[in-house]
């Protein structure tokens, strides 16, 4: 019996060491905010299990945009019907109600001090703060003049940009500090740097014409624009120690991967076996992109892994379309693929050997956007009914 009690004791110790949380850090999606969707501060990931979270709340409206992760336990989402919550497991720590029918529209963000920050239908941004309170609410834009990216927390501010063309930095304080105006429609999550410059796929919607990536600096003003003729951008930019990676079409059917330089000059540019829809970057700097294609007969996506110089080093054809950026973990990479209406899990090792695979055939309607919280589980917020859908470990005798 002691045996029993000591050996419950330990695992509960063990169990709260292994929490990890994100206490002083600003939380973007996309792994950052340089958006390389690398987890590899965090270990490995473990798909061997999936559980169904409810949320005990009077609002339990699903959700249209992915979650975020401040720990291994605690998470936010907003819902369709105006709500933010902030919740551990299924108990709700607080919620806060937008204004007038408004309800976010795009994936949030998180400042150092873990307040959030929510775009809304309403043109509005919210800031909600760590206790539930309303900081502000700053009109940014129109009423439902355009859709809107995912936000970016920059260290002095958070970037918004609408498919308008549309770009604001809004203060921590809710001030508008700049806008800027561009003819072409912003293209994705903008990212940044360590020096909070910004970068912004730019896009004509037109395989004929130039699209173009624009570089910002911290207050607003052009650092660069570099164009590229006869090329339709499809990815946001990913940002590297040295280099900035887009996905590109050329002349209507030639999908190429761009490296560029810190100063807009062109370093590469890498043929890919499909067209680019997602681009990841290890902390080695290995650069590991999702194609997809879907035309007549099978759909099928292309998982390829380059050095940061642009060599290639390994690929791996999936049946299904990839529908996320791959999750870089210390030792493998996870994957979000849906066959007809079949979801799974794809683990590879780092090498592209295919090592496991998690059917989440009985989750609720996912948002196939997942968030990554420390302890490396993936997060899917649900499309009705209030849930989230946790994929990590299974659970021992008690809950981790």
């Not at 390389?36 to 169904?52: D, H, K, L, V």
């Not at 007969?297 to 054809?317: A, D, H, P």
Request: charged share 15%; with cysteine; net charge neutral.
């Amino acid at each position: 019996m002691k045996f029993l009690y000591y050996s419950i004791v330990l695992m509960m110790f063990t169990s709260c060491q292994n929490d990890q949380t994100l206490v002083g850090e600003r939380i973007n999606l996309y792994g950052g905010s340089s958006r390389t969707s690398s987890y590899e501060q965090f270990g490995n990931f473990i798909a061997s299990a999936s559980n169904n979270e409810k949320i005990n709340s009077s609002d339990s409206s699903g959700s249209m945009i992915p979650p975020l992760a401040i720990s291994s336990y605690q998470t936010v989402i907003a819902t369709v019907e105006g709500s933010i919550h902030q919740f551990t497991s299924a108990m709700v720590e607080w919620s806060a109600k937008l204004d007038d029918g408004a309800y976010v529209v795009a994936g949030m963000c998180l400042d150092d001090k873990h307040n959030v920050y929510a775009i809304a239908s309403d043109g509005c941004i919210y800031s909600i703060s760590t206790e539930g309170k309303r900081r502000f609410r700053t009109q940014v834009a129109p009423k439902e003049s355009a859709t809107f990216n995912d936000i970016l927390a920059s260290t002095d501010g958070i970037i918004i940009s609408s498919t308008s063309g549309l770009i604001s930095k809004i203060s921590i304080d809710g001030n508008i500090v700049w806008q800027y105006k561009t003819t072409l429609s912003p293209l994705g999550a903008p990212s940044s740097d360590p020096r909070n410059n910004i970068y912004i796929s730019l896009t004509h919607n037109d395989y004929t014409a130039n699209d173009s990536l624009l570089c910002l600096s911290p207050s607003g003003k052009i650092q660069w624009e570099i164009g590229f003729p006869t090329t339709r951008i499809l990815t946001a930019p990913i940002v590297g120690k040295d280099n900035i990676l887009v996905g590109v079409v050329i002349s209507g059917d030639i999908p190429i991967v761009h490296s560029i330089d810190f100063d807009g000059k062109l370093i590469w540019n890498k043929t890919l076996r499909a067209t680019p829809r997602a681009i990841s970057i290890a902390s080695d700097g290995s650069i590991i992109t999702v194609s997809y294609n879907s035309g007549i007969g099978i759909s099928q996506s292309v998982i390829e892994q380059f050095t940061s110089k642009g060599i290639s080093e390994w690929n791996i054809n999936f049946d299904s379309k990839i529908t996320s950026p791959a999750l870089i973990g210390k030792e493998n990479i996870a994957l979000i693929g849906v066959k007809s209406s079949a979801i799974g899990v794809y683990l590879l090792q780092r090498n592209g050997v295919l090592d496991s695979f998690l059917s989440l055939d009985t989750a609720p309607s996912l948002i196939l956007k997942p968030t990554v919280a420390p302890g490396m589980s993936i997060i899917f917020a649900v499309a009705e009914k209030g849930y989230i859908t946790r994929v990590g470990a299974k659970r021992g005798l008690l809950p981790i």
